[in-house]
């Protein structure tokens, strides 16, 4: 079984319509990201979680807002879906407790808004 | 200037010829340097990483950091058509909480 899973897989939404999507791990780490990338710019970070009382925003959080309902789970929602926000998500995790270069990723969510 | 650079071209290159990637910085504090793999429709998984400056060698692969440059580079020698993929470099500074990545290689391996 993966250690990082996200779901949905996919998903096509519409403009305006709120949608959340969401990630599970099994890996006990206690740091959780979400990241999106895009053709030509690369991984993105959105927001990051140290833990469950801790959470950051990334390079480009605008539009997009999380919750960590536990340690192993960390969801992101677009409140209102644009266009541009069509992308490939990944959730990754890492530990404090060893070296933090390490990040585990999801397999990824593709997300279409029209 | 992004703190960090990596030319996204796609690359192809015939089966047995050596790949060079390359990635540079300007965030002199990086210390950790890292390469991912993303093979089609999965995400990302580390592949190598080095600390400080030198070199790494890990079979058919070998990471090169320059820190006077502020330049980082793998190689695949008698690359496969499995090496089909992208290539990301990230790098992390020491007590910061995040990676910094790099726009991603398109690696195509033909047989």
């Known amino acids: 079984d993966a250690d990082v899973t996200q779901t949905p897989r996919n998903r096509i939404t519409k403009t305006g319509k709120r949608i959340m999507l969401e990630c599970s791990q099994t890996?006990?780490?206690?740091?959780m990201y979400w990241y999106r990338q895009d053709p030509g710019l690369g991984l993105r970070l959105i927001y990051y979680s140290f833990d469950v009382k801790d959470i950051n925003k990334g390079e480009i959080s605008d539009g997009y807002s999380v919750s960590r309902q536990a340690q192993a789970k960390f969801s992101l929602s677009l409140e209102s879906a644009i266009p541009n926000q069509t992308a490939l998500y990944f959730c990754a995790t890492s530990s404090s407790t060893g070296v933090n270069y390490e990040q585990y990723f999801g397999p990824g969510t593709r997300l279409t808004v029209t | 200037q992004k703190e960090v650079e990596q030319d996204p071209g796609p690359l192809s290159v015939p089966e047995g010829a050596i790949v060079s990637l390359n990635c540079t910085y300007s965030n002199s504090a990086f210390q950790y340097f890292m390469w991912y793999r993303q093979y089609s429709r999965k995400g990302p998984e580390l592949l190598m990483y080095t600390y400080s400056s030198g070199n790494k060698e890990d079979g058919r692969f070998t990471a090169q950091v320059d820190k006077s440059s502020k330049y980082i580079s793998l190689f695949i020698r008698d690359s496969q058509p499995s090496d089909s993929a992208t290539y990301l470099c990230?790098?992390?500074?020491?007590?910061?909480?995040?990676?910094?990545f790099g726009k991603g290689n398109q690696v195509v391996v033909i047989p």
């Open positions: 890996k006990g780490h206690d740091r």
């Open positions: 990230a790098m992390s500074a020491p007590g910061n909480n995040r990676l910094a």
